[in-house]
């Protein structure tokens, strides 16, 4: 099995760093090989809403940078995890930027799902998606929209298990932990 | 003549003038014009910090937002405004990245004005491709945060579902299949210049579905197939470039 640790913090926010390394960890521990990418150093320009990933090279983003790797490797893995700071209630630009850029792996077809309106699968794997939020002071209301959002989103790319979890950084370390811990059994690593 | 003076329109598409979402927010400070509000509109990508780096800049140092706080350049774009209006397109139920880095600034230079007194009214428009547009209850309500963090006056955020129809062509040129997207921006309009928020019906006529999922399903497959054969790349659509 395969995960893909999208690390979007920013620039000087380092609490992330600690929990993808105990993520990267905990998934190694189970027998999990792992790519990571920090993305704050990744060459990822912002999506020019052209759909050319669906109409002019199918599958692929028309923008040559590093974007394509980071597509091909949420294809490759069987579990995505996002790692971003709560902003707003949703993700950081930086792990943003790179979901934006990888709609080529879903198809520009729609289909309908329990009476609700989603693109079809490209590929006919099994994803699993798990969204970690960190927040400098507890703000309830953003993260349940944090929650919302990594909802929403594991139902439109169709994963077939998905968690979330809102972290909060003057919590202990061991409490913090643990939270990671229960993402990871719910999303099916080391259950 | 109204409270209101003067509005801002930023638009948060790369699709600049020819997006949905220029249509949508155009149309609106339009309304709000025939109302006494002066009104202005800026593309986010215009503001710094903009994209993130040069596309054609392949060996060009990492995007600047990559290494520091972002500069402050779509406040300044406020400057003297009483209504802030941002249109934005939905992508991946969420605003786009360049949305998110330009609130991150903009709240950055609210929380070092320290202002309370005079706040603007802020009201956001999602474009959303599906025609259902509760897809975009996420990023209204993450507007919602982004105006509370800022101490702006939220006002309330209307969302289009089947954005396509529009396809960025503007409103207001006799389209009876858009009239439902013209009336609801009119009302908006309408209690924004009395510094009221948007009415549940203005949200109401922005949303409304106009075909059944079902037969959007149909006609948007058979529009995407169209648009492949015309490129001749039908038969590709489904390539899988990244299969393991």
């Not at chain 1, 989103?153 to 202990?172: K, M, T, Y």
């Not at chain 2, 949200?203 to 409304?208: C, F, G, H, I, P």
Request: glycine share 10%.
């Amino acid at each position: 099995m395969r995960a893909l640790l999208l690390n979007g913090a920013p620039e000087g926010e380092s609490y992330l760093d600690s929990v993808e390394r105990h993520l990267g960890a905990a998934l190694a521990g189970a027998g999990w090989e792992i790519d990571r990418v920090a993305l704050r150093q990744s060459k990822i320009a912002d999506c020019r809403g052209c759909f050319g990933c669906w109409i002019r090279s199918p599958g692929i983003c028309v923008i040559d940078d590093e974007a394509r790797e980071v597509a091909r490797l949420m294809v490759g893995a069987d579990l995505i995890l996002g790692l971003t700071p709560v902003v707003f209630g949703g993700y950081s630009a930086e792990l943003k930027r790179a979901l934006d850029r990888s709609i080529g792996n879903i198809l520009p077809f729609f289909m309908l799902q329990a009476g609700e309106v989603l693109h079809a699968r490209r590929y006919p794997y099994e994803w699993r998606l798990a969204a970690v939020g960190v927040q400098g002071r507890a703000d309830e209301a953003e993260a349940d929209l944090f929650r919302r959002l990594a909802a929403r989103n594991a139902r439109n790319f169709q994963c077939s298990l998905a968690g979330s979890v809102v972290l909060l950084e003057s919590d202990p370390w061991e409490e913090a932990a643990a939270e990671l811990t229960r993402l990871l059994v719910q999303v099916g690593v080391g259950a | 003549m109204s409270g209101l003076r003067r509005a801002l329109l930023l638009v948060g598409s790369p699709r600049r003038a020819r997006s949905t979402s220029a249509s949508l927010g155009g149309y609106l400070l339009d309304r709000l014009a025939n109302h006494g509000v002066t009104g202005c509109a800026h593309f986010l990508e215009d503001l710094p910090p903009a994209a993130a780096y040069d596309v054609g800049a392949g060996s060009e140092p990492a995007p600047a937002s990559n290494r520091a706080v972002p500069a402050i350049g779509p406040a300044l774009a406020i400057g003297d405004a009483d209504l802030l209006i941002l249109a934005f397109p939905l992508y991946v139920d969420a605003p786009p990245a360049p949305v998110i880095r330009a609130m991150v600034a903009m709240a950055e230079a609210r929380r070092r004005e320290r202002a309370t007194d005079g706040a603007p009214g802020f009201v956001a428009i999602v474009n959303c491709g599906f025609p259902e547009a509760h897809h975009a209850d996420v990023a209204l309500a993450i507007s919602g945060r982004f105006a509370a963090v800022c101490r702006f006056r939220w006002l309330g955020g209307m969302a289009m579902g089947l954005g396509g129809m529009l396809g960025g062509r503007p409103l207001g040129e006799g389209d009876a299949r858009l009239a439902h997207l013209e009336q609801g921006l009119e009302l908006a309009a309408a209690a924004l210049a009395r510094d009221e928020a948007v009415p549940e019906l203005a949200r109401e006529l922005l949303a409304r579905p106009v075909v059944t999922p079902a037969r959007f399903v149909a006609m948007g497959n058979r529009n995407w197939s169209d648009k492949a054969a015309a490129r001749g790349l039908q038969d590709r659509l489904r390539e899988q470039p990244y299969r393991r």
